[in-house]
């Protein structure tokens, strides 16, 4: 079945450090990936997003670029800020059926 | 701005109780989900249900059940509560043809 494995945190950073979760996924045919981000006390909402093989995803500094030949979803952001700190999602979906999520990964960043 | 609420930010109640967790959604979608999330677990599927009165189960449906009356509106039971349904529950919507899952505020939940 369709899979996701993402780093494991927590991951601690300090300000204007250089961020990258690690995500790759198993699935059949051509899914689409996501990124979701849930802040302390909230629900998840879609960080970014990307559907086709090479397709980059990018949103409030943060980018992934769909890699088919390394079934990865990386997330990078070149300068992170406190209010960053969150709980980031990796997932993917294929055809109508429901997100397959990885575990997520805890960032907290220090000023 | 679209929307998915849930009854309850917090709730407590006790071993052998029936909870009800209420989930609307203003959106018009078929699409509806329960997950529970735990620490180091990450998210986990119980129920969804892609129309009115259709239910599939998730990964761990065992202990729970649900209901889906109205479009808009999605119920999750615990029809026992135990003191290992203490959890987080999430709720979210989506369209069939839809790519992004909105998701609710949550639910605490605290079985004592």
């Known amino acids: 079945g369709n899979s996701v494995t993402q780093m494991e945190g927590p991951v601690t950073l300090s300000e204007e450090a250089f961020l990258t979760i690690n995500c790759t996924y198993t699935a059949t045919g051509y899914p689409s990936l996501f990124w979701y981000v849930q802040y302390p006390g909230e629900g998840l909402q879609l960080l970014l997003k990307?559907?086709?093989?090479?397709d980059k995803g990018s949103n409030k500094g943060f980018e992934a670029t769909y890699r088919k030949e390394t079934t990865s979803f990386h997330l990078e952001k070149g300068s992170v800020q406190v209010s960053d700190s969150a709980v980031y999602f990796c997932a993917l979906l294929s055809g109508n059926t429901p997100l397959v999520f990885g575990k997520g990964t805890r960032l907290s960043v220090i000023a | 701005d679209v929307k998915v609420t849930q009854s309850s930010r917090y709730l407590v109640k006790r071993t052998g109780e029936k909870v009800f967790l209420e989930c609307v959604q203003d959106m018009d979608h078929e699409n509806m989900f329960w997950y529970r999330q735990d620490p180091g677990l990450g998210l986990r599927l119980i129920y969804f249900?892609?129309?009115?009165?259709?239910?599939e189960k998730g990964d761990i449906p065992e202990g729970y059940s649900v209901s889906r009356e109205k479009k808009e509106r999605f119920s999750l039971i615990l029809e026992s509560a135990s003191t290992n349904q203490t959890s987080m529950y999430l709720c979210?919507?989506?369209?069939?043809?839809?790519?992004?899952?909105?998701f609710g505020p949550g639910t605490r939940l605290t079985v004592l």
């Open positions: 249900s892609y129309d009115v009165k259709m239910k």
């Open positions: 990307a559907t086709k093989a090479d």
């Open positions: 979210a919507s989506r369209l069939n043809s839809g790519l992004e899952q909105y």
